[in-house]
């Protein structure tokens, strides 16, 4: 077993059995104990329950909010700011929600299990192409989810309940909640390679190799654009080979869409990857977030879909996710698909949308320059290309835990500990703040 798989496996036990270092069994208070008097926690039904650490990125934003200093910055989360640090509505959303506000029609019923019709519709059409065939064909079925995560949750449940092979394989490294995600789900997780950290590239022998020698129909996760962490994509090409392998052993792609238009600025092109392997007729999993794009973070709204072979599956399919989801969460929320679905009908909202999307990507491509160039211009020793190569929210420096933790420590800089910045967390003014730090930490923490 690889290293990173024994790792993987005992965060996993730790998930599944819970902590069991539990040590004293409570001493319970006697029922004459007066009500007034000020327990010291003993006598708590659950005193036995530790501290459990906090998320190792949303975490991140916790320890930023303690921190009084002025000049601090959180890079931790990928979530957008504008150029003030300011996080941003856009233009759409406003328009929409205004729409919804002032539809006095509308009303707070329970959704269906599946979430809005047409929000499913046309969320499919977004990642599959407005021209799918499996779609005219009837064989997708959609269902409205919680956001990515919980599109993921619904997606890794049905297949725990009624696939042949429980074992996902996930790329190394992932987003660190699939890990937990997928165990929780009931599936085994597996690893496959995918970094270089020689080349700070992709690892695509590796990869290939470990997806070449995973079992017949084991489930792939992969990332359909923007990486996270590394913001390392394969080129189409590349998309190409591994899509044969993928049929060709008959393994089951299950993809993460969180960055659909973040990655190059554009829908369309972000959705390749994805658009080729519905094309080839066979079945595939993916799980969109709206939470990047339309910068919908807290209103939690994604999709799930599922192409089938034909629409008969597709439907009895969907008859199972509704099992999964009602004892879940019952039925989703109404708000964040509303405006969602309200923009993808609506030529001009969704051309207002698609430029500020745009406008968010450039941004972002735009301090990866600026970072670069400052580094270049204090002479920082090391090869700080990747910056402007890596695609998408962040930069996967190859800082290590002790430089993340010096800069933080020195510079009230607030990152991921696994090296990686969020670009969109990032000015022109406080670029500079950065470029210091990163300085200051090369060349003196090792
Ligand atoms: N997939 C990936 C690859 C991902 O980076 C995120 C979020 C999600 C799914 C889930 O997003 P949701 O908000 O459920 O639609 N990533 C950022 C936020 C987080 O960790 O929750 C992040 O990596 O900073």
Redesign the pocket.
């Known amino acids: 077993m690889r290293s990173s798989d024994r790792r993987l496996n005992a965060l996993v036990r730790h998930l599944l059995v819970g902590d069991s270092n539990s040590s004293s069994s409570s001493s319970m208070g006697s029922i004459t104990d007066s009500p007034a008097s000020a327990s010291d926690g003993r006598d708590s039904v659950f005193a036995h329950v530790v501290q459990a650490p906090e ?1 190792p ?2 975490g991140v934003t916790v320890a930023y909010l303690k921190d009084p200093s002025p000049i601090k910055l959180n890079l ?4 957008y700011r504008t150029e003030e640090g300011k996080p941003v509505v856009l233009n759409a959303v406003r328009k929409a929600e205004h729409q919804l506000v002032n539809d006095v029609s509308r009303v707070k019923e329970y959704l269906p299990i599946v979430g809005i019709a047409e929000f499913n519709k046309l969320s499919a059409k977004l990642i599959l192409g407005a021209d799918s065939p499996a779609i005219q064909q009837n064989r997708v079925t959609t269902v409205q989810c ?7 949750r619904v997606g890794g449940e049905f297949l725990a309940r009624h696939y042949h092979e429980r074992t996902i394989y996930i790329p190394q490294p ?5 890990i937990k995600v997928f165990a929780l789900s009931g599936l085994t997780v597996k690893t496959y390679r995918y970094y270089d950290p020689a080349t700070r590239g992709l690892n695509f022998q590796g990869l290939l190799e470990d997806l070449g020698s995973a079992p017949s129909g084991a489930i792939v996760l992969l ?1 359909a654009c923007a ?3 590394t913001g390392v994509d394969p080129t189409l090409e590349q998309w190409e080979q591994i899509r044969q392998l993928i049929r060709s052993k008959a393994l089951l792609p299950f993809f ?1 869409s ?2 659909q238009g973040f990655a190059s600025g554009s829908l369309d092109a972000d959705a390749q990857p994805i658009r080729t392997f519905a094309a080839d007729g066979g079945e595939l999993l993916v ?1 969109q ?4 794009n339309m910068g919908l ?1 807290g209103e ?1 709204v ?1 999709a799930l879909s599922i192409v089938c072979k034909t629409t008969d599956v597709a439907g009895r399919v969907e008859s199972q996710l509704k099992l999964v989801i009602r004892p879940m969460y019952s039925n989703p929320p109404i708000h964040g698909a509303s405006i969602v679905a309200t923009i993808l009908r609506d030529r001009n909202l969704y051309d207002e949308w698609t430029v500020e999307l745009k406008a968010m990507a450039d941004r972002i491509i735009s301090m990866r320059r600026q970072l670069f160039d400052a580094l270049q211009a204090r002479g920082t020793p090391g090869d700080w290309s990747h910056i402007i190569k890596q695609i998408g ?2 930069t996967f420096t190859g800082l290590n835990a002790e430089q993340v933790a010096f800069m933080t420590g020195e510079y009230h800089i607030y990152m ?1 500990s696994d090296g990686r910045i ?1 670009m969109a967390g990032l000015s022109t003014k406080t670029v500079p703040h950065l470029a210091d730090a990163i300085h200051a930490a090369v060349t003196r923490v090792f």
């Open positions: 998320d990125i949303l931790g989360v990928g979530a919680l956001s990515g995560t919980g599109s993921l992932t987003w660190g909640n699939h990332h990486h996270n962490p993460d969180a960055y799980a977030s709206y939470a990047k973070y939690r994604g929210m962040f991921t969020s």
